[in-house]
Structure formats: structure tokens, C-alpha cells
């Protein structure tokens, strides 16, 4: 189901139980750039999967507490703001709300 508002859509991105703890997915919404969720002890996070200092997926890299480290030139951000934390990346990633709801993450999308 997706749920229309002013200038975002929540989409249906996957079930709880497809993605443990520890682990991240992609999801390319139609229209859209693609967006790598992350479940952090429970939480769950959203942010824009192409690194900002090199065109690498981000739902490829590492977590540790509540950051990613891209695989390509370990660029690292925060997932709750996206700010870039250390070079070489200096651009921040977009960050997308997260909703679960009824054992469905569901994902702000901005057009």
C-alpha cells in the first residue's frame, strides 16, 4: 500500500523479518534515487545509497554503531543525519523517514 502526502510518499520497502539486525537492503522507488535502509539494534534508518564523494553503494558498506563506511574510500555518516564524518567524503547523504508499521518498514520518498 502506498499512502500519498504533500511532498513525500511512504512506500512499503520490506517486512521486519527481511532485514535482521546488523544488516542493510536497497530499494530503488520508481522515480526516485535508490535508498539503503539499515536496522541498528532495532532501529531502523533510510538515507540516499550513493555515497557522496564516489558513486558507490552505501547499503554495501559497513555499520558500526549508528554509522556506514562505504566500501570504496572509507567515507563514513551518521544514519540518523547523514553528515558526512571524515574524508574524503564532504557532502552530506539525505536522510528518509522511517515508519514501521504492522511488521512493515515503510520509507518517506521525496519525488
Known amino acids: 500500500m502506498t499512502a500519498t502526502f504533500p511532498t513525500r ?9 527481511e532485514l535482521p539486525e546488523g544488516e542493510s537492503l ?8 535508490p535508498i539503503a535502509i539499515f536496522n541498528v539494534g ?7 545509497d550513493t555515497c557522496t564523494h564516489q558513486d558507490a ?3 554495501e558498506g559497513w555499520v558500526e554503531d549508528c554509522a556506514v563506511e562505504c566500501p570504496l574510500h572509507t567515507a563514513c555518516f551518521d544514519l540518523r ?10 557532502i552530506p547523504v539525505r536522510t528518509h523517514a522511517v515508519l514501521v508499521e504492522d511488521g512493515v518498514i515503510r520509507v518517506a520518498v521525496s519525488p
Open 9 to 17: 510518499t511512504l512506500l512499503d520497502a520490506a517486512l521486519i523479518d
Open 42 to 48: 532495532g532501529e531502523y534508518f533510510a538515507i540516499d
Open 57 to 59: 553503494s552505501l547499503s
Open 81 to 90: 543525519t547523514g553528515a558526512a564524518l571524515g574524508a574524503p567524503a564532504k
Open 26 to 33: 536497497r530499494i530503488t522507488p520508481p522515480g526516485a534515487a
